[in-house]
């Protein structure tokens, strides 16, 4: 720097070099990232992973300086590692999230022990914003994406509208106010594991049911929510995560049902016939040409077609806070060959 020279701002200079989401970041020091690395036990050599859709390595490393850009504790770095290690299995398909000109983000849901730890916000305004935890730990994933896989905006990422899930999208499931077994015990893992799902996700739609005490009454209401996922006629989908309130939850497992009949009821009450699912009849999508070759009328036939392809695709969680009658559906990015629920144990 020249004698005289204003020092540079180093804020000022990462956004020269296209490394942030459009919102300050915090610089990422020797100091600051060594600190990090720490936190993780592991070698900054380490690699977690390849990055779709450039395949770039994902080191401890790497991860920890855009953990540190996204302002994360060091002691939040293990569930960075295990969110890129499970966002990049295959059965995510990260190639095609980041690529596609659909809207998906890549969803954190946290479970076990660690969210207390690291206070991770499960309940009231779960999805929305106020706690480092869920702010940062989300954000560092996207910023992985974006600047070790290349899914930058507008170049390689495509999509037309997006949504701010995009900045971050991380949440913890309260256990501690679910009925049920989390959705981690569900899918193998002990209540001790710390562990992270990782689902391609539209937006939350907000479900609104004051009324309902029972549980047909108000998972009639979830399904009608359900119904119009990606579009009214859209069928065999896949993850989709049903996300009950505290509240609501209890009055669902009130009358004795499990996640299980959960399931079972939203997957069977949606279903709808042949003749109702014909592209050009109230709407220009519909079932494609060779689904609808396999009937010969289609125009009259009342074989039901179900949303999803099977009832395990509907994931049900509790999250949120405990007063407040309404729910959400976060739809995943599940089409056929799209993507899956990826989980991972924190180590």
């Known amino acids: 720097m020249s004698v005289g020279a204003k020092p540079r701002d180093p804020i000022e200079d990462l956004f020269e070099r296209g490394v942030t ?30 990055v779709p859709p450039n395949y770039g390595r994902a080191s401890v490393e790497k991860i920890a300086v855009n953990a540190v850009m996204a302002g994360c504790r060091p002691e939040y770095l293990p569930v960075v590692l295990a969110a890129v290690e499970a966002v990049c299995d295959e059965a995510f398909d990260l190639h095609g999230v980041s690529a596609t000109t659909n809207s998906p983000a890549p969803l954190i849901i946290v479970n076990g022990p660690i969210r207390k730890t690291l206070d991770v916000n499960c309940a009231a305004g779960v999805f929305g914003s106020g706690w480092r935890a869920n702010a940062t730990i989300g954000r560092a994933l996207r910023l992985v994406c974006v600047n070790v896989g290349g899914a930058r905006p507008g170049l390689v990422s495509m999509s037309t509208l997006a949504h701010p899930g995009r900045y971050t999208y991380c949440i913890g499931e309260h256990e501690e106010a679910s009925p049920w077994e989390s959705l981690a015990v569900e899918h193998g893992f002990a209540p001790t594991d710390s562990t992270v799902a990782l ?40 993850d989709t995560l049903v996300v009950l309130s505290p509240e609501h939850a209890a009055s669902v497992a009130g009358d004795g049902w499990s996640k299980a009949d959960v399931r079972r009821f939203l997957f069977e009450r949606l279903q709808r016939p042949v003749h109702e699912l014909l592209p050009g009849r109230n709407g220009g999508d519909g ?9 010969a009328d289609p125009a009259h036939d009342a074989t039901p077609i179900p949303k999803f392809r099977a009832a395990e695709h509907i994931k049900v969680l509790v999250a949120g806070g405990t007063a407040g009658r309404f729910s959400a559906v976060v739809p995943g990015w599940t089409f056929s060959k799209g993507s899956n629920l990826v989980l991972r144990r924190i180590r």
Do not use: C, N
């Open 21 to 50: 989401d459009g919102l300050p970041v915090v610089p990422p020091t020797h100091e600051r990232v060594e600190r990090a690395i720490a936190a993780t036990g592991r070698a900054a050599d380490e690699l977690i992973a390849l």
């Open 199 to 238: 689902l391609a996700a539209d937006a939350p739609i907000t479900v609104y049911d004051q009324r309902s005490r029972t549980a047909p009454d108000l998972l009639a209401t979830v399904a009608a929510t359900l119904a119009v996922i990606e579009h009214h006629k859209m069928t065999h989908w896949g």
């Open 287 to 295: 079932l494609p040409e060779h689904v609808l070759r396999k009937f």
